[in-house]
């Protein structure tokens, strides 16, 4: 079935400095590749999303890039701050209306 | 204006009861998912409702869950004759149609229900 790997699990970062987070997904009919940031105790939420027809998006410190040929998508955190401490999400469209969900990575920032 | 809201945020109940959650959308969010999330893991999907049609409900575990959107707005998750591996959190999110084939919207959680089975 369609499964998407999110890796690593747990990502330990001094304040500062970058933070890269890799999802690999399965069905390549998948269009629409969401990250949400779930703080401890809060919901998720999206923090930036990029469609299939781009390669890359950045928002200020945030950034995702799309390999749609090696089907892998990855997040990434440049001067990182203590308020990035969070579970992150990534996921992976599949019959138009569904995600599919990464187990989660939990970015822990240093100070 | 308001979010995506559920009730009761928490519910305990005893093994063998039934239990009803509810889920209030935003407001003009005609897509509806019902998840269950375990700690450190992240959200299954259980249903999905465009309108009050429940279009795919693949992820229910078995048919003592059920939902139902009557009115293409409220929801309500139903649990029959829960048991202890019941226990999570189970959050609702809504979001925009997912209009034109392919195109996915973002989706917005509610605050979700947490439900201990004893």
């Known amino acids: 079935g369609e499964n998407v790997e999110q890796h690593p699990s747990t990502l330990s970062v001094q304040e500062g400095d970058s933070a890269v987070i890799k999802c690999t997904y399965s069905?390549?009919?998948?269009?629409?590749f969401p990250w949400y940031k779930q703080e401890l105790g809060k919901r998720p939420q999206l923090i930036i999303d990029i469609r299939s027809n781009v390669g890359e998006k950045k928002d200020q410190r945030i950034a995702v890039t799309l390999n749609k040929t090696a089907k892998h998508f990855s997040l990434h955190i440049t001067e990182t701050q203590p308020e990035d401490s969070a579970v992150y999400f990534c996921?992976?469209?599949?019959?138009?209306?569904?995600?599919?969900w990464g187990a989660g990575t939990k970015l822990i920032i240093k100070p | 204006g308001a979010g995506v809201s559920q009730s009761p945020r928490y519910k305990v109940t005893k093994r063998g009861q039934d239990v009803a959650l509810r889920c209030d959308p935003i407001s003009g969010h005609v897509s509806l998912y019902w998840y269950r999330q375990a700690l450190g893991q992240g959200p299954e999907f259980l249903t999905y409702?465009?309108?009050?049609?429940?279009?795919?409900k693949s992820g229910l575990p078995n048919d003592r869950f059920s939902a139902e959107r009557p009115e293409g707005s409220i929801s309500t998750l139903t649990i029959q004759r829960t048991e202890q591996r019941d226990s999570a959190m189970y959050r609702c999110a809504s979001s925009q149609p997912t209009g034109l084939a392919g195109v996915s919207y973002e989706q917005y959680f509610g605050p979700g229900t947490r439900l201990t089975v004893t």
């Open positions: 409702f465009n309108y009050e049609a429940q279009q795919d």
């Open positions: 069905d390549s009919a998948s269009n629409y």
């Open positions: 996921a992976a469209s599949i019959r138009d209306y569904q995600l599919i």
